[in-house]
């Protein structure tokens, strides 16, 4: 049994090519810089990982109560075509991401649509790429639906509403268009359900722990004892449900954790340092450039952690960095979260197909509004 446990809790390493990337640039760059090797706990930011596996614990805990298994019956019941159900997800993913933020919207949004794939012939690989794009364009809009938000709205020194204010144009016209491209992509044609699988046994039981759980993990959190909410979440699971320590997306965090690392790195390169020094002095179409390419190359929160030390935190750097998450994979962490979840390797190459696509649409989106104001 515990041979079996640990084959379960290890095999994924083994096979994640992205993790096995990630770490041989940590180890070329390590080279470079081989006094910061001690450094590499430091550069981690804990807070982050500690949020993301509580938040992976609690969401395999609700999937694995039935839950979605349910809530997906009831939906396909109500809606009942394809494009409907489409509609419908990604605008709950936009609407979510907004006041929840886009990682959090993605954990309720991408199981729910997973477990559709069971019921229906749902396409829902490529609804699962919509709903990436979803988050990252309605989390566009508030102060707290990102992280890169959080930061550029503590230091612009705008109100709440102001800043809605400001995004809002870049915001309602990507998702305008987001809802378009998704009206056009799946059909009105009737869900075919699927009559040959029966229904989860729905555990009420840990479904109503998941939720105080996830209660008491979020007021951890917002008062910085993210650590300890986590410790509980673990006991809790170790006592009600072991299969959710074991079923989660273990490499995940690996990949978060080597992903920091490997940025503080990049930007610990003596070339690179010097070249930070003139970021001020570029026009402004180059600060807009550089916030969108920075984002391919590290995510859109490391850039923004990056250019607001030399840049004001204005609407320039906020449409920048925003329009930057979408693109590559690695443009939003909220990319990877939806797509690791998604649990296909042929995703990652449409992903990119309809990602590049919004990148160019929302950048120069971006720029015209800029230039419009």
């Not at 699988?197 to 998941?210: D, V, Y």
Request: glycine share 6%.
């Amino acid at each position: 049994m515990m041979i079996q446990a640990c084959k379960t809790l290890f095999r994924p390493f083994l096979h994640d090519r992205f993790l096995h990337v990630l770490l041989l640039l940590a180890v070329v760059l390590s080279l470079l810089q081989p006094e910061k090797i001690l450094q590499f706990a430091d550069f981690i930011d804990w807070t982050t990982i500690v949020t993301l596996l509580g938040l992976l614990l609690l969401t395999k805990g609700v999937e694995i109560s039935g839950y979605f298994d349910v809530v997906g019956r009831k939906m396909i019941n109500i809606l009942s075509n394809e494009r409907a159900v489409a509609l419908f997800l990604v605008a709950a993913a936009a609407v979510l991401s907004t006041f929840m933020t886009n990682d959090v919207a993605l954990f309720i949004v991408v199981p729910l649509t997973i477990t559709l794939k069971k019921l229906t012939s749902l396409p829902v690989t490529r609804l699962i790429i919509f709903e990436a794009l979803a988050v990252n364009a309605g989390s566009l809009l508030t102060p707290v639906g990102n992280p890169q938000n959080i930061l550029l709205w503590n230091r612009s020194g705008l109100s709440f509403a102001h800043f809605i204010w400001q995004m809002s144009p870049l915001a309602l016209i990507t998702l305008l268009a987001l809802l378009l491209v998704t009206w056009f992509s799946f059909p009105s044609h009737a869900l075919k359900k699927k009559q040959t699988q029966p229904g989860s046994a729905f555990n009420k039981p840990l479904l109503l722990s998941c939720v105080v759980l996830y209660l008491l993990f979020i007021v951890c959190v917002d008062f910085g004892l993210a650590l300890y909410g986590l410790a509980v979440v673990l006991i809790c699971f170790l006592l009600l449900s072991r299969q959710v320590l074991l079923r989660i997306d273990w490499p995940l965090i690996a990949v978060f954790m080597v992903m920091f690392i490997d940025v503080r790195l990049i930007v610990g390169l003596g070339p690179l340092q010097a070249a930070f020094g003139q970021i001020a002095g570029l026009p402004e179409y180059g600060h807009y450039l550089l916030g969108i390419g920075l984002s391919q190359i590290i995510s859109n929160v490391p850039a923004t952690i990056l250019l607001v030390n030399y840049l004001p935190a204005n609407a320039l750097l906020a449409y920048a960095v925003n329009a930057g998450g979408f693109g590559l994979a690695i443009g939003s962490l909220a990319n990877l979260i939806a797509l690791r979840m998604s649990g296909e390797k042929r995703i990652w190459l449409t992903f990119h197909g309809y990602s590049f696509l919004f990148l160019l649409f929302s950048g120069l989106v971006g720029w015209f509004l800029l230039a419009w104001r």
